[in-house]
């Protein structure tokens, strides 16, 4: 980047930095506000969807025969169904015991929440890391609206043989803020709070 690129993609990419370095510090709440809202939702409801199926399959295991099981994912999430599964136990998220429970929090909570459970489940750090994990290459504009920013997984605690590969982080921008589309970036980010027990999963309908 150089201080010839137009003010907008700076902009874009200066969000994004500020997205990873609020990871970095363990500022959960603080990156989850980075986050586009509506995006925010969608992802909330995205997840609860996958979460509600893989307690679906558990429900199912005691009925039938061994072997692999699956279902399909309906396009809405379904009230009847997170009643019916609220009180399905969670593991690792702080605050939340319950699929309920996460399914009672804002959607900026639910990102924040899911932030610190990917962090946990990806690394085995206790402390924040010495150095950004991070590092932005580049971006792109594509429009006026939004920006895709490329960056690579650094840990700097972490000798590589091989470069690691380049992701994309898409941004938006909104009311005059760049802000994270959670719906078109790495999934590595986020990650839904299922128990590694469990490897059946269910699958998108088409």
């Known amino acids: 980047m150089n201080g010839t690129e137009p003010d907008p993609l700076?902009?874009?990419?200066?969000?994004a930095a500020s997205f990873f370095r609020a990871i970095d510090a363990r500022q959960w709440e603080s990156a989850a506000q980075c986050v586009d809202p509506d995006a925010a939702e969608r992802f909330r409801e995205a997840a609860l969807r996958v979460l509600i199926g893989w307690?679906?399959?558990?429900?199912?295991?005691?009925?039938?025969?061994d072997g692999p099981m699956g279902i399909a994912l309906s396009r809405t999430l379904d009230p009847a169904l997170l009643d019916r599964f609220a009180a399905t136990p969670l593991r690792g998220v702080a605050g939340v015991s319950t699929l309920g429970d996460l399914a009672g929090l804002t959607p900026t909570q639910f990102v924040a929440r899911s932030l610190e459970h990917r962090e946990a489940e990806w690394t085995d750090r206790d402390a924040p890391a010495d150095g950004p994990t991070r590092d932005v290459l580049g971006a792109t504009s594509e429009g006026e609206s939004y920006v895709q920013v490329l960056y690579r997984p650094n840990d700097p605690e972490v000798e590589y043989a091989d470069p690691l590969p380049v992701l994309v982080l898409?941004?938006?921008?909104r009311d005059g803020h760049w802000l994270v589309d959670l719906e078109h970036t790495d999934h590595a980010l986020v990650?839904?709070?299922?128990?590694?027990?469990?490897?059946?999963?269910?699958t998108q309908q088409a």
């Open 170 to 173: 898409r941004m938006r921008h």
């Open 10 to 15: 700076r902009s874009a990419v200066d969000a």
């Open 55 to 65: 307690a679906t399959i558990r429900s199912m295991r005691s009925r039938v025969s």
């Open 191 to 202: 990650s839904p709070m299922l128990d590694d027990d469990d490897d059946e999963m269910p």
